[in-house]
């Protein structure tokens, strides 16, 4: 068989050959902006002779800081196509996170959408291997800005000769996009991804029984491209010639609703918060999703309540899927089988409430302390190891952190969880969130998931409080409905929970707080709760 | 990213660790066998062991000669799991081709159904290189043979034990599987399949735009296991738990009637021999086929008058697909685009009766004589040639013949064909079998599909009659349906030709005969028309 490589090359070439005429649109700063593949692959053909022109070299890193839109994916296949690192900066970091990551990535160029300036220039001068600086708005004007080297992308483009030929001869094994941790502890980790693990990642995430993306289907990513690829999204869309739909700069779920009916999008996906902005805009006003056949999930689990409230209020089944950086980021994804539709109702509800099962090509394991295989009994807990070609083998220039998380062949992902005889993941929690109360281990999420189910309750976190006797011991942070604000008390959510979790997992402390506070990319950020209501923790 | 190897064995262990339920059935020599997935990977890990316990190496070449079965299935598995080539004989082959292509292959072990026998007692003086001979049936006796030594296939798994530790690390281009061309001229040419190139092309079907298998299907290969991995479908319905039917030894179209309508067949692959065979039996008797999906055809294309047919009486769409042996074997797929649903049904016809659109992950060219890309018009005829990781660089030892074909690092497949704006396939001819009529170029395909849209008629080749002033010439050879046999005229033909063809694309000769010769896959064999009805040609 011929020694073909596998690079993103490959996606972009069939787009150009096949879907001419298919639609990508993008909520731009004045309205819509709509154009075909072949306009897309023509303004790629003119940013990749931008990129030559600017003078970078194969292997450099190019970095974004950006918004979900039509630029972000010219960007993503430009900058691989040519031989050079897509570096994606997530937005939401710290001054001194983004700092960190641009320096370690050492990035050449960074192409920053305008509204994004600001966060730029105040780290302008702590960033010294950045040669240019792009904006990206819908106009060839420059702003004011005390940014330098400085060029406006449409001028850039505008200029640039529209003949570009990508070579299908790039090595697989190159690096054509990275992407950092957002960890809430140390320095964020680095995630270089081979044109190989995407071109691989891409044609799983094609396959029917995972995203299944189709010629036939309209694709939202509302997770951003700044987080593991926008799970894969962009080239997977671009593969099979999807039309594809960008929300935009700070999209609010208002905005995400009139996109959805508008553009008649079939598939979407984000992380639970969206799904709940989301609902709470159905609850009051009427969107048309009848386009829709699935939301993609994940980030962290999605509550049941959430999911039958898609179901029975919006048509719209929630799909559990689950990943990370280190992995392209699919791993499993959550359809029943189908002899699980002679299933009651709630027993494929309990199928449905778990991440899914292993992606082909992967492979996975539920290991316990010592390294052995847990029982696929859907009880016992374990840690999750991974292995596969889409999996990462190890952290950019980070020996330390790769051998501690890789260092045996398998991608540790402290991530907890169970794996059922049907081989349903189940997480039950992150390694550091897990409460470990007398030598048993209580599942935050679970606990969470369960308070969560109550009517009075809006949002609900759970962590663990030092304990003399038991260690540890469960300490519940719940978000009441605003209705409920003043008149729920701790003894409601006890209550609640008594038939449904074990005695010794009930919370020994319940508390009501305005918000739970979130990370860069929208998870329950336990490590501030700890700080804020446990004293001496961390 | 992980240096994680692409292998059959990844396959084969998510299937063991999600699809333990899910149901493999077989047409047996004593009525339907039927097992499942947790059952058929204990059986391939005794054949793992039984294979070890015959001595053969890795890299020896291991034969079946054998129908579509869960043995076959089995044998699909174990023989490259191990590290061994798993060399597909063609039983419809001549002598002297089966004794070329063990020999040029030096299979070392042959699996051979008890009703194939005679096919090997025949020929065992010249087949020296093969040490051990196992019989497939349905016990564990040993009929009488020549053969020898023989064992009995159900007596050996009996025996071996039941693990077998399948590894993970084996090279991703060490050779998986092999089998030769059925070339109508010449000796027949190897094709080495890696287990990079099953992985892929296994992934690639089971996108959702190409044959987008899901464990929700029921498959049934028609096409034999013999011809180029029976389009994949084995490894891809394995690695997603698909249910499989295979319909064992000499099936006839009222047998696969029969399977497809009790079995709930979602979907099928075969030649247009056999959905032609399939709709005679419809006319006649009645089956539910209400399960299916789709039929896949490939090895030639179908008549649009059987599609027509098929739409408009049977109820479940012929697909159209393209590939050959040495492209794994898909390259295209024939599925309307979401914008065509607009289209007049005749316009989707159009679409449909091409071959389709490339595969994700190979890339195509139309090229004419003098390797110049032709437009891409639907017009134009040219050479398709194709790349990518799941095409044959080379033939195996025949260095003359991969020059030939593969010598520039793209496989020339000698197949003329027109590419139309949307980017789809339409095979016109064979190089060989092309009409060179003064300077223009008559397909013959064109001229069959058009005539075999004739009411009266069952089947129609066409082959070149050499000519004084215009060099070729086209000639019709046509059988009639029985009930028009002594009814039917030249003129009717040629009447039913004039507004449907130039005039000067019209046959100069129709001639009526009871059947058109097919080769060993079931494509016409027009080397055996030209002996026949050319003098002096062939």
Redesign the interface.
Known sequence: ??????TTN??L??AK??YG??EIVCRDYNGMFRYNYARFYERVCRLANVLKGLGVQPGDRVATLAWNSHRHLELYFAIPGIGCVLHTLNLRLFQEQLIYIINHAEDSVIFVDQDLLPLLEAIKDKIKTVRHFVIMSDTKEIPGTSLSPVYSYEDLLDKAPSQYEFP?DLDEWSAAAMCYTTATTGDPKGV???H??I??HS??C????MM?????DTVMPIVPMFHANAWGMPFTAT???TKQVFPGARPDPMVLCQLIQDEKVTLSAGVPTIWMGILQVLEKQKFDFSSARGFINGGSAAPLALMKAYDEKVGVPIIHAYGMTET?PLVTLS?T???MDDWSLEQQYAVRIKQG??A??L?IRVVNDRGEDVPADGKTMGELII???????EYYKNPEKSKEC?GD?W?HTNDIVTIDE??YIYICDRTKDLIKSGGEWISSVDLENTIMAHPMVAEAAVIAMPHEKWDERPMACVVPKPEYKDSIKEEDIIDFLRDKMTKWMLPDKVIFIDEIPKTSVGKFNKKELRQKYIPGKA
Chains 1, 2 share one sequence.
């Open positions: 068989m011929m020694n073909y490589p596998l490959s996606i070439k069939r050959m096949l005429k298919k299908t270089v991804y081979t190989r693990a071109f691989l044609m799983a094609l396959t029917a029984d299944g993306l189709s010629e036939r593969w099979t010639g392209t359809r089988k189908s002899y099962v292993v082909p090509g492979e292995r596969g070609p889409w999996i990462a083998g890789m062949g991608l049907e081989g």
